[in-house]
């Protein structure tokens, strides 16, 4: 594998870096997809046990000390407890957003990197076969030998280019649509609480 690397280019050290960077942008973003969904669930319980116990400053308490993207929409709720139903949906709403966006952290650079190791790999397969028609211009038709270094540079960064491009645009993917459900869930679980505020 390393003398096939080795092989490939010098623009194989910016696909691995791409693939380094796309990989660990997942492995984090699972991290807190998963730590948001378990707090979700906890904080909605919590607070609705708290506002059906008439004890509606504990539950202001409880979301000022967790920080979680429910926990601060949640908190504006209650604080503005006794305001009118589109008041507190379009103060949750203003909030949500903001949190919509954190959730979506680093998803435009891995759509990036999806796009732009395809262009690195086809980048190394001109200059692949830039080498092999100067070793054709100096030597004349040349032989397999001769030929054969542009040609394996071409190919190998081409093949490293879609290599780490395709994993890259399904993990973006996966993680915009697991992000859209989170916001979907943040909304639901927001809107239960502000009925019961409301009420």
Request: net charge positive; proline share 3%.
């Amino acid at each position: 594998m390393l003398d096939i690397f080795m092989r490939g280019g010098p623009l194989m050290y910016p696909i691995l870096i791409c693939s380094i960077i796309g990989w660990a942008i997942f492995m984090e973003r699972i991290f807190a997809f998963v730590k948001v969904r378990r707090g979700l669930r906890i904080i909605q319980v919590t607070v609705k046990d708290f506002l059906l116990q008439d004890k509606a400053k504990d539950a202001v308490e409880h979301c000022t000390e967790k920080n979680t993207p429910l926990a601060k929409i949640l908190l504006v709720v209650l604080k503005n407890r006794g305001s009118q139903r589109s008041q507190l949906k379009a103060l949750a709403e203003e909030v949500g957003e903001r949190e919509a966006v954190a959730l979506q952290r680093y998803l435009g650079l891995l759509g990036t990197i999806a796009n732009i190791t395809p262009l690195l790999g086809l980048l190394g397969t001109v200059l692949g076969m830039i080498k092999a028609f100067k070793v054709i211009a100096i030597e004349g038709v040349g032989t397999p030998a001769t030929l054969g270094g542009g040609i394996s540079e071409a190919l190998i960064t081409t093949a490293a280019g879609l290599t780490v491009a395709v994993p890259m645009i399904l993990l973006h993917r996966y993680l915009s649509s697991r992000s859209d459900r989170l916001v979907l869930e943040l909304e639901e679980a927001t809107m239960q609480i502000v009925d019961m505020v409301e009420e």
